[in-house]
């Protein structure tokens, strides 16, 4: 009995590349997965963050800059090498430097177009061909994904484009599931990147409502969770009280 029970498990547990694993809700979700039973393996620039997160958690971890296609290469590699397979993807590292267009943040808007389209692209890219059984790419795009405001048109339209991607990707193929997490203000470090002073006031309002990052982990979680048949393509996540 024991045994069949094990073999149920493992058969259950997948093994799950998270990028920007290093805080926030990358970290989380690392977090909610592994004590799930899944095999998680972390990715991110701040190596030591993924050292002890994966000693604590019981996971790997690689370095990762996911706006370098060689890098994200390496990092499901390692992943490979590891495991012996990948079954999901969480694309989830992202930057958010809001400001004004008429600031000219020309540098920041690069990085934003960088982590956030171009680092989901490479990880779809990488990881693609070393899927065997169907597998699952989960991108973490926002509220933003569906709503603009003042200060946050680059990181919208970034989200905007994850949503697309996703969307895109998911119509393309019969046994890849694809899902979009969308979630609306959540406790993390994202608000740290924000070099304007104007919107970094207009966020700490913003952000008092903000949900504990878990909460999005557990999204993710539900998702992969589902049957193979079951393709769970966009999950919504806000505090109840964020208009
Ligand atoms: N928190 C929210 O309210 C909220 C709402 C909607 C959507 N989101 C989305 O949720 C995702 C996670 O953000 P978070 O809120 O958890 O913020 P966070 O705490 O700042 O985490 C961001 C993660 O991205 C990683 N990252 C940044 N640049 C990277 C790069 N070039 N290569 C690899 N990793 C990189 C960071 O790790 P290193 O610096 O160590 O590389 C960090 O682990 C983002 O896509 C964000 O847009 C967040």
């Known amino acids: 009995m024991a045994v069949v029970l094990l073999s149920i498990v493992v058969a259950m547990s997948k093994v799950v590349l998270i990028s920007g694993a290093s805080s926030g809700i990358g970290e989380a979700t690392a977090r ?4 799930a039973g899944h095999q ?10 993924l050292a002890a997160l994966a000693d604590e958690i019981g996971g ?7 706006t370098s296609r060689e890098s994200f290469q390496s990092f499901v590699d ?9 079954d999901v993807l969480v694309n989830n590292a992202g930057v958010m430097p809001l400001s004004l267009m008429s600031s000219l943040k020309l540098d920041e808007w690069d990085r934003m177009v960088d982590v956030n389209i171009k680092g989901v692209l490479n990880g779809i890219g990488a990881v693609l061909p070393r899927f065997t059984d169907g597998g ?11 709503m603009v405001m003042p200060t946050a048109a680059v990181y919208c339209a970034t989200k905007y484009a994850v949503w697309a991607l996703s969307e895109g990707l998911r119509q393309e193929s019969e046994n890849l599931r694809v899902t979009v997490i969308s979630p609306g203000v959540t406790e993390s470090e994202l608000a740290d990147t924000i070099t304007e002073e104007f919107s970094a006031s207009m966020m700490e309002d913003f952000r008092k409502v903000a949900i504990p990052a878990s909460a999005i982990g557990d999204a993710i979680a539900y998702a992969i969770s589902q049957p193979e048949s079951v393709d769970v393509n966009e999950i919504v996540v806000r505090p109840t009280a964020q208009r």
């Open 32 to 35: 909610v997965l592994a004590a």
């Open 40 to 49: 998680v393996f972390l990715g991110a620039r701040r190596e030591d963050r």
């Open 60 to 66: 790997a971890y690689a370095p990762l800059d996911v």
């Open 78 to 86: 390692a992943a490979v090498e590891r495991y012996g397979r990948v």
């Open 136 to 146: 699952h790419v989960v991108n973490v795009a926002s509220i933003a994904a569906h």
